[in-house]
């Protein structure tokens, strides 16, 4: 039985779902504080098991891995919001270290020695050289980058010492829907551009803000590399089912390799719902890169693992769970 942290996020929802179509005899004990998740996002599945829970409970921890016989673990639980993480540095090294530390302590009390790591490109910093693979040098530029790079680190310390198997996904920019309109993207405050521009286009927002229209790119508008949450979630699956043979630990880089502007994101938005998206230039945010692109040809050769969705699917998802949204 494998146990899921912050399984009722956004992307920890999409992959416990993910599992249980794969796999719809098997159990799944799910931790979450509820803190950013939504139990909404797991109704229905009558084989998966949410405990709201904090990460940093190490007793609790433990006396679920023990009670429920896990023998792998696949760790969402984070806060996530880089702005957030400059602004309280405390919360997110009290959260995304410290506990982190706590379930890994926890886990090797019970000889649960397995793991996927949900990290982060943010890890990388500013690029050197696009796109990114996964020998690009580790700079983080902000607190929620340091977090996970830190969770890394950490997580190469047990391996070594303890003899761990684990893989850290190194996500880029995770988007889009479950094609069910069951579960979608849904945070408070809300600070991803499709969702934002899709909010616009249903009249909920006023304006979508675009920072920066002076970089060094085709139209001057900063190049990101997005990824269907559903894509994410076949990664993890496969990356778990890696681990029975694996020793050491993996790193991987999960995106498409293309790089969409933000430009190029107004307009497949706005084809999609067929609405006008009001929008405003605003002067650039400190450390934006102008261009973050993966090279994920190492999951590709490892995992087997290729995305499935393009950008207008991602966003013909993003805007049929806007259109509906059930929590």
């Not at 942290?5 to 794969?22: D, K, L, M």
């Not at 002067?283 to 934006?288: Q, V």
Request: hydrophobic share 35%.
């Amino acid at each position: 039985m494998i146990l899921v942290t912050g399984g009722a996020g956004y992307i920890g929802s999409q992959f416990v779902r993910h599992y249980t179509r794969c796999r719809p005899t098997e159990k799944v004990v799910v931790i979450d504080s509820l803190v950013e998740g939504h139990v909404e996002a797991l109704e229905g599945l009558s084989n998966v098991h949410l405990e709201q829970m904090d990460i940093g409970d190490y007793e609790g921890v433990r006396n679920l891995l023990t009670k429920h016989s896990i023998d792998a673990v696949v760790h969402f639980a984070a806060f996530c919001y880089v702005g957030e993480s400059q602004e309280n540095p405390g919360k997110y090294y009290q959260n995304n270290v410290s506990g982190s530390i706590n379930l890994f302590r926890a886990m090797e009390d019970c000889l649960v020695r397995k793991l996927v790591f949900s990290s982060s490109c943010a890890t990388y910093g500013l690029p050197l050289s696009v796109p990114i693979n996964e020998k690009h040098p580790q700079n983080p530029i902000s607190i929620y980058g340091q977090t996970k790079l830190l969770v890394e680190k950490i997580l190469s310390g047990f391996s070594d010492a303890c003899d761990w198997s684990f893989t850290a996904l190194r996500y880029f920019n995770a988007a889009g829907a479950d094609r069910s309109g069951m579960i979608g993207e849904s945070h408070d405050p809300e600070t991803h551009i499709i969702p934002l521009a899709l909010k616009v286009a249903l009249g909920t927002k006023d304006v979508l803000q675009v920072y920066g229209e002076d970089y060094d790119t085709p139209d001057g508008t900063c190049v990101r590399d997005y990824i269907h949450v559903e894509d994410l979630a076949a990664a993890h699956l496969l990356a778990l089912e890696k681990l029975s043979t694996q020793k050491g630990g993996q790193f991987l880089n999960l995106g498409t390799a293309y790089g969409a502007s933000v430009k190029e994101i107004i307009d497949v938005c706005e084809q999609v719902s067929g609405r006008k998206i009001n929008h405003v230039f605003a002067p650039r945010r400190s450390g934006d890169p102008p261009v973050l692109v993966a090279d994920a040809s190492k999951a590709n050769a490892y995992l087997g693992w290729s995305p499935k969705h393009n950008l207008r699917s991602i966003i013909e998802t993003a805007w049929a769970w806007q259109t509906q949204k059930r929590y």
